[in-house]
């Protein structure tokens, strides 16, 4: 599974808005670095310049047509992957990513565009994973959650567009994907995620 190409590992956490990636990111991030490995966290969209497009059209709804944003996702993409993906893996590090490439796909696609060709558009210059966990949830308690936090996302959070997006997440099939019911106890969703990343270092 790992690439004979890179010393570090990817790992990636995917999911509908709601579904605590930011929480399971930083669980597992504090775990690894407990056991003594160096570990690098980003997400998706960055900080970047494109990063910064992406969440300021996201508050005007409509601002951005899915080719335009799925424009935006591949820049911003491109750039995390030169600058911060690949030089933590050349170190050797863990690197844990809130949001990736499968995200564009479910997202973008639930919006019409062809699944397969943002796929092979990503995978001309992404690092592939080694893990990829889909943290599976309802959206209507997705979006609760983030009623509850006091944050909203025009453009992405909408429930039934959620539900496109889940049933596209819920595709991914394969060796490098694990499915997490994401409605479990954060804790007992940690404890999943690790035990299969024990598996794997």
Known sequence: MKSKTRNGILIVLEGIDG???????????????????????F???????WGRKIRDKAKRAGSLTAEEELDLF???????????????????ETVILDRY?????????AKGLDTGRIRRLNEEFAVPPDLVFILDLDPERGLGRIRDRGTRDELFEREDYLRKVRSIFRRFRGGRFVAVDASEPAEAVHHKIFAKIAELI
């Open 43 to 49: 997400r998706e969209p960055t900080d970047g310049v």
């Open 74 to 92: 591949l820049k911003d993409r491109r750039e995390n992957v030169e600058k911060n993906i690949k030089p933590a893996l050349e170190r050797g």
């Open 101 to 109: 490439y499968f995200s564009t796909i479910a997202y973008q696609g």
């Open 19 to 41: 579904a605590g990636k930011s929480t399971q990111v930083a669980l597992l991030a504090g775990k690894l670095r407990e056991m003594g490995r160096k570990v690098a966290v």
